[in-house]
């Protein structure tokens, strides 16, 4: 009886793709090829598992190639493939072999020590990789590529930064990326001021020394901070407007810095920080990292976004019935249709925003929504204010809503005639 041998093999991501190397020999009609992880999904062999069918033969070189482990590859063959009539061949380890669907209980058991011996035998070797790992570290070698700065360049950047040097120019006179330099002082344990080395002079052209008097100003060093390192490339996953620079930090318009991502340590991952260096974790998973370098510089982006949207100005209008008084608006308060009621003094007296389920209805609160411990108290009409929509607790127009925001703030405000008081909650 003709069957039909189809191979599937899988390849870890990163790897180079070598489709069907192994399998070429082993008489296969067609060979499937995927790269992905071992703990991840495999959508080409679902999608192989939906066509075969029975009498069918499904080849892999190792059981690896199918599961994560024991238990996932007994559950394929007793919920996939013996149910269906399909037979399972491995071609290496201790469990090669041809297995077919209605074999004895002996047969399936024998199958199902071999498969619990294979994931022994990854877990030994996984073992003794880790333990000869501890042995090198023991011994001083590490692995990976050379620390960019020694302990001494280290100690230096330390008393540096302790007297006040700013990062950017020790990170030029060490010869490291700002980012680099950044991460290392943070990892770095408590400085003992007994022990602390004296920061290394600041020479001239001429070779003398340069004191703190003579030491650039504070606006230079800002502006050299504001600086990307090196070339710029463009990040076109996040739109024509982004770009990172050699140390990772995010630039907007090649020219407003935005932010910055690093390798998160310890573990996976990467952080994201703002252009001030506050942490961002929105949309983070465990210990503030994001599973890629793109969603951190994605979360930078949004962040940078949001608050560039917060402070730039959309409108500015005068209030009509208030002089001196204006309403201000946003880009993300014109998301919100919400305008701010600014005093004489440029101070926010509140906010009005309109009901979006109405169209002659606006919302009026009392106070600054962007001060930290902002508690919004609603302002609405009483008896038979003018302005007053047939929506309870609403005014008929902006303007309405807004000098009622003017009145509250300052009760002897005269905003014309037939003009009533309103609630104070």
């Known amino acids: 009886m003709h069957r039909y041998r189809v191979g599937y093999t899988r390849t870890p991501a990163g790897a180079p793709d070598r489709p069907g190397k192994d399998l070429s020999s082993a008489g296969c009609h067609e060979i499937v090829s995927e790269t992905v992880g071992v703990r991840q999904e495999r959508p080409r062999l679902l999608a192989l598992l939906d066509r075969l069918t029975a009498g069918d033969i499904l080849v ?21 493939l013996a149910p269906r009539g399909i037979a399972l ?10 297995h077919e669907p209605r074999g004895t209980r002996a047969e399936m058991g024998l199958f199902a020590t071999a498969a619990l011996a294979a994931e022994l035998e990854h877990d030994l070797r996984s073992e003794r990789t880790h333990e000869g790992l501890a042995v090198a570290r023991a011994h ?34 060490l ?22 080395p004296a920061p ?21 060093e800002r502006q050299a901070a504001d600086r990307p390192t090196g070339r710029l490339r463009n990040e076109s996953r996040l739109g024509p407007d982004w770009a990172t620079d050699e140390d990772d930090v995010l630039w907007w318009r090649r020219g407003t810095r935005a932010g910055s991502v690093a390798p998160a340590w310890p573990g996976p991952g990467w952080t994201a920080r703002t252009a001030q260096h ?12 994001y599973p890629s370098r793109i969603k951190a510089l994605a979360a930078v982006a949004a962040d940078f976004e949001a608050r560039r949207r917060a402070r730039t100005v959309h409108a500015d209008v005068a209030l009509d019935g208030a002089p001196g008084w204006r309403l201000r608006q946003t880009q993300a308060d014109h998301d919100r249709h919400r305008w701010n009621v600014v005093t004489p003094t440029s101070d926010v007296a509140g906010t009005v925003t309109k ?14 929504p962007a001060k930290r411990h902002h508690d919004p108290i609603p302002i609405e009409p009483i008896g038979d204010e003018p302005g007053r929509s047939s929506a309870d607790g609403y005014w008929r127009t902006r303007t ?26």
């Open 355 to 368: 009901a979006g389920w109405h169209h002659q209805a606006w919302e009026a609160t009392a106070g600054d």
């Open 200 to 220: 290394s002079p600041q020479l001239a052209d001429d070779g003398s020394e340069i004191t703190p008097a003579e030491d650039q100003p504070e606006a230079e």
């Open 60 to 80: 892999v070189l190792r059981p690896s190639h199918l599961a994560a482990d024991a238990h996932a590859l007994l559950a394929l063959l007793a919920a996939e």
């Open 175 to 196: 010869g490291v990326g700002r980012s680099t330099l950044y991460r290392a002082l943070e990892t770095a344990p408590p400085l003992d001021q007994d022990d602390a």
């Open 89 to 98: 061949e491995i071609l290496s380890g201790v469990s090669a072999g041809v």
């Open 400 to 425: 309405a809503a807004a000098l009622a925001v003017a009145r509250w703030h300052d009760p002897d405000l005269d905003t014309g005639p037939g003009r009533t008081s309103v609630s104070r909650h």
């Open 140 to 173: 001083g070698r590490l692995g990976g590529r050379p620390r960019a700065l020694t302990d001494d360049q280290l100690a230096d950047a330390r008393a540096r930064h302790a007297g006040g040097q700013p990062i950017p120019a020790i990170a030029l006179a």
């Open 278 to 289: 506050t942490p961002i974790a929105t949309g983070a998973g465990k210990r503030g990292a």
